[in-house]
């Protein structure tokens, strides 16, 4: 027999049923409440519904809407609906010159009630900090934990800088653990959390920028959308859509160069369509016009005019120098590190001639590369020999083994300590990275490019020769670095050439 109710509880559930319908539903949390949803156009609202719908799922949503497409107003939809109408408390992390000009004005513009910024972030289920500020969390760790032990949600906005691991270090000790790995810790660890990750440019150098951006919500596990997405390992579906793209584009190629390429293959695979909202100009185009009958004007490319413009002018003797460099018996860089063949000194006579001059090519390749880089700007040319000058320092260091060997290395990076601080300066005046130096990760070779250099056994390959060709290889592009340093644009010049297409004046 049914146990009878007690008068509580029957004036408990007779509340209960009053006041069910008073709880708003997802539609009418959308159109009568929320103070965004209204100012997002149709494919913003689509995609705001699209990533809520792929986070309940699988746990975390990437939106990679193309520059200019409103990512941040669909995150600021985002965020008023976790926080209002799921009563959850969230975390948002962005660049800090994008938190500080672009998240803090327009949280104050359209979601003042919420707070979470500036006078107005106490008693507020918001949290706003900087990337770096995961750096510096020792001056407010108790913070922090509070957010890693009671945060439901995490935004990402600029999700592309979080693309490399860096240093794993001790989970124990946060001083050895790089600003990717704390972003890991704060998300895997205490109560579940939802993930949501804005950027661009989903892959940068390869498809493993994806992987890593994916693991924040998948807490590493490479099975983890077995089940929902039936892909039973992460790295082996990435593993072969690289192997095809090596196929499409050649081995020869680095996938950095390919981006666009991997792009296109990853977005026709069932892993990027079930966690990844993206959309063209083209298709916010056509929606618009298909809700309203008018679309916003995206900039039209003209075509190009042309400007005088002088080589010797615009680059002085740095021109002189890239010249006198290719006029060497092995031009520009040797490259040992790319061609260890030519320093083969082992007894196997079966080595493939066919792999012998493919690396020879390679090294060909990249010199080719390197007079693009400086034909499309110094700043360019700059930024690829430090690229290079870093992983020739990684590939030193991992084979130097003898005292001697490892004497020179450190002398020839203390030697060289201001030019390699100033390029890594110059690198974040350039392309905005809210990097600083003097953080953690401000290795002089980065880990993840000491993990990737080859150790030479020195009873296949004259090592001490190679490592001798390689520092040529360093002072070379030291040089070239030091020149560059100096190089500063007219801004006279460049205002009379804005706009138009270079008509080279070839001197001599």
């Given at each position: 027999?049914?146990?009878?109710?007690?008068?509580?509880?029957?004036?408990?559930?007779?509340?209960?049923a009053m006041?069910?319908?008073?709880?708003?539903?997802?539609?009418v949390?959308d159109?009568q409440?929320?103070?965004?949803?209204?100012?997002?156009?149709?494919?913003?609202?689509?995609?705001?519904?699209a990533?809520?719908?792929?986070?309940r799922?699988?746990?975390?949503a990437?939106?990679?809407?193309?520059v200019?497409?409103?990512k941040?107003?669909v995150?600021l939809?985002?965020?008023?609906?976790?926080?209002l109408?799921?009563?959850?408390?969230?975390?948002?992390?962005?660049?800090k010159?994008?938190?500080?000009?672009?998240w803090v004005?327009?949280?104050k513009?359209?979601?003042?009630?919420?707070?979470?910024?500036?006078?107005?972030?106490?008693?507020s289920?918001?949290s706003?900090?900087?990337?770096?500020?995961l750096?510096r969390?020792l001056?407010?760790?108790e913070?922090?934990?509070?957010i890693t032990?009671?945060?439901?949600?995490?935004?990402?906005?600029?999700a592309h800088?979080?693309?490399n691991?860096?240093?794993?270090?001790?989970?124990e000790?946060?001083?050895?653990r790089s600003?990717?790995?704390?972003?890991?810790?704060?998300?895997?660890?205490?109560?579940?959390?939802?993930?949501?990750?804005?950027?661009?440019t989903?892959?940068?150098n390869?498809?493993n920028?994806?992987?890593?951006?994916?693991?924040c919500?998948?807490q590493g596990?490479d099975?983890?959308f077995?089940r929902?997405?039936?892909?039973?390992?992460?790295?082996g579906r990435?593993?072969?859509?690289?192997?095809?793209l090596k196929?499409?584009?050649?081995?020869?190629?680095?996938?950095?160069?390919a981006?666009?390429?991997a792009?296109?293959?990853?977005?026709?695979d069932?892993l990027?369509k079930g966690l990844?909202?993206?959309r063209?100009?083209?298709y916010a185009r056509a929606?618009?016009l298909?809700?309203?009958?008018d679309?916003?004007v995206f900039?039209?490319?003209?075509?190009p005019?042309?400007?005088?413009?002088?080589?010797?002018k615009?680059?002085g003797k740095?021109?002189?120098?890239?010249?006198?460099?290719?006029?060497?018996?092995?031009p520009?860089?040797?490259?040992?590190?790319?061609?260890?063949?030519?320093?083969?000194?082992?007894?196997?006579?079966?080595?493939d001639?066919?792999?012998?001059?493919?690396?020879q090519q390679?090294v060909?390749?990249?010199?080719?590369?390197?007079?693009?880089?400086f034909?499309?700007?110094v700043?360019?040319?700059?930024?690829s020999c430090?690229?290079?000058?870093?992983?020739?320092?990684?590939f030193?260091?991992?084979?130097?083994?003898s005292?001697?060997?490892?004497?020179?290395f450190?002398?020839?990076t203390q030697?060289?300590?201001e030019?390699?601080?100033?390029?890594?300066?110059r690198?974040?005046?350039l392309?905005?990275?809210?990097?600083?130096?003097?953080e953690e990760?401000?290795?002089i070779?980065?880990?993840e490019?000491l993990?990737?250099a080859?150790?030479l056994p020195?009873?296949e390959?004259?090592?001490p020769?190679i490592?001798?060709e390689?520092?040529?290889?360093l002072?070379?592009?030291?040089?070239?670095l030091?020149e560059?340093?100096?190089?500063e644009?007219?801004?006279?010049?460049?205002?009379e050439?804005?706009?138009?297409a270079?008509q080279?004046?070839?001197?001599?």
């Open positions: 027999m049914p146990r009878s109710s007690t008068p509580f509880e029957v004036y408990a559930q007779a509340l209960r006041f069910s319908e008073l709880d708003p539903t997802d539609d949390f159109n409440i929320s103070r965004v949803f209204s100012k997002l156009d149709r494919y913003q609202q689509e995609g705001y519904w990533m809520v719908a792929i986070a799922k699988h746990g975390g990437f939106l990679c809407d193309g200019g497409l409103g941040t107003y995150g939809m985002l965020l008023e609906r976790l926080i109408h799921e009563n959850k408390r969230v975390v948002l992390f962005a660049p010159s994008v938190k500080d000009s672009v004005p327009e949280l513009r359209h979601l003042p009630h919420i707070g979470g910024v500036d006078g107005s972030a106490d008693f289920n918001l706003v900090f900087s990337h770096t500020d750096t969390a001056e407010f760790p913070r922090f934990e509070r032990e009671l945060a439901d949600a995490v935004v990402i906005d600029e800088h979080f693309r691991t860096g240093k794993r270090g001790d989970p000790d946060p001083f050895t600003r990717y790995y704390k972003l890991y810790d704060l998300i895997n660890e205490g109560r579940h959390k939802s993930v949501y990750l804005l950027t661009a989903p892959i940068n390869s498809l920028d994806f992987s890593t951006s994916s693991s919500s998948s596990e099975a983890h077995a929902t997405l039936g892909v039973t390992s992460l790295s990435l593993n072969s859509i690289t192997k095809t196929q499409r584009i050649g081995d020869d190629v680095p996938e950095a160069e981006a666009e390429e792009t296109e293959l990853l977005a026709g069932e990027f990844v909202v993206q063209s100009r083209a929606s618009q298909q809700e309203t009958g679309a916003a900039p039209k490319r003209e075509d005019k042309v400007a005088g413009y002088s080589i010797r615009s680059y740095l021109l002189d120098l890239v010249d006198t460099a290719f006029q060497k018996q092995k520009l860089f040797a490259l040992p590190m790319y061609y260890p063949l030519a320093y083969y000194t082992g007894g196997d006579a079966s080595i001639p066919i792999e012998e001059n493919r690396q390679v060909g390749l990249i010199r080719t590369n390197f007079l693009k880089r034909e499309s700007s700043y360019a040319f700059e930024l430090d690229r290079l000058l870093r992983k020739l320092l990684a030193v260091q991992v084979n130097s083994e005292d001697a060997e490892v004497k020179r450190e002398r020839w030697q060289h300590e030019l390699l601080t100033h390029t890594r300066v690198q974040l005046a392309w905005g990275d809210d990097e600083e130096p003097g990760n401000e290795d070779v980065p880990p490019l993990e990737r080859t150790l020195r009873d390959y004259d090592v020769e490592l001798a390689t520092y040529l290889d002072d070379q592009i030291a040089t070239l030091d560059s340093r100096s190089f644009p007219s801004p006279r010049r460049q205002v050439e804005a706009g138009a270079p080279v004046q070839r001197d001599g």
